[in-house]
């Protein structure tokens, strides 16, 4: 039997307009039309709006939206290089996070530069200056200073030049920044982070938690790319099927 907009609708927990919002934004195949004028929908539409709702909360709306349409244009390739996109962003982000817990394995101790001077008697500063630093790191100087006013860094001055200069701590804090950053970490929660290492000195131990819970999140996210993967599987397959005539649905104000 046809399914009205409200059938699909109350199914999945939605309103009917947003139904025929994801009918119209090419997510649902078209729907039939009664005499009358009033949509029918079928099993097809039905696997459509599981798949798509079951790949939001692993690729994000936008991209389920751009997978479920290829695949409800007949592009299938572009879906599945969608998809595959989706798992190539998990799989660098789980880089990110061996990198991060790599960085903080070799964190040097808070007070290993304590008692080192910021400028060597007759020599340079010692460290490294923004410029060079920002190099390595493949940021803008520009970027650096906004840390610094982030509260990421806090690079000492040369009394000499005025140069900002990055002790190796330091230099190893705003490693460990860019690697928090690409992880997802904003600034304000980086520069949380960084002030835990900072307190913890030699002890990592005590961001371990905050590491844990990125992990976590992390695994429910591929659990959930595993999961809209099946449902996508399982819309394509059933537009793989003859399509059967549907029995009329009662006409509906919603339709």
Do not use: C, K
């Not at 806090?154 to 920044?177: H, N």
């Not at 304000?188 to 990592?204: M, N, Q, S, Y």
């Amino acid at each position: 039997m046809a399914l009205r907009p409200i059938d699909l609708a109350r199914a999945h927990g939605l309103s009917t307009q947003a139904v025929r919002n994801y009918e119209e934004a090419g997510v649902l195949p078209p729907a039939a039309r009664s005499a009358h004028g009033y949509r029918q929908y079928g099993e097809r539409h039905a696997a459509a709006l599981r798949a798509f709702l079951a790949l939001v909360p692993g690729h994000g709306h936008q991209a389920a939206t751009a997978i479920v349409r290829a695949a409800t244009s007949g592009d299938l390739p572009e879906a599945l290089r969608l998809v595959d996109a989706g798992h190539a962003v998990l799989a660098e982000d789980r880089r990110t996070l061996a990198a991060v817990r790599t960085a903080l394995d070799h964190l040097p101790p808070a007070d290993t530069d304590a008692d080192e001077p910021a400028v060597r008697t007759g020599g340079p500063a010692a460290g490294t200056h923004i410029g060079p630093l920002a190099h390595r790191l493949g940021l803008r100087p520009a970027t650096l200073r906004a840390w610094e006013r982030a509260g990421l860094v806090t690079p000492r001055r040369d009394p000499r030049t005025g140069y900002r200069v990055y002790p190796p701590a330091q230099v190893r804090e705003s490693l460990l920044a860019e690697q928090l950053r690409r992880g997802g970490h904003g600034l304000a929660r980086t520069a949380e982070i960084l002030d835990r290492l900072r307190a913890a000195g030699a002890d990592p131990e005590a961001v371990r938690p905050t590491l844990a819970a990125w992990q976590d999140r992390l695994t429910a996210r591929g659990r959930a790319l595993l999961s809209g993967a099946a449902a996508l599987h399982a819309y394509l397959e059933e537009s793989a099927r003859p399509s059967e005539p549907a029995e009329p649905a009662e006409p509906s104000a919603s339709g």
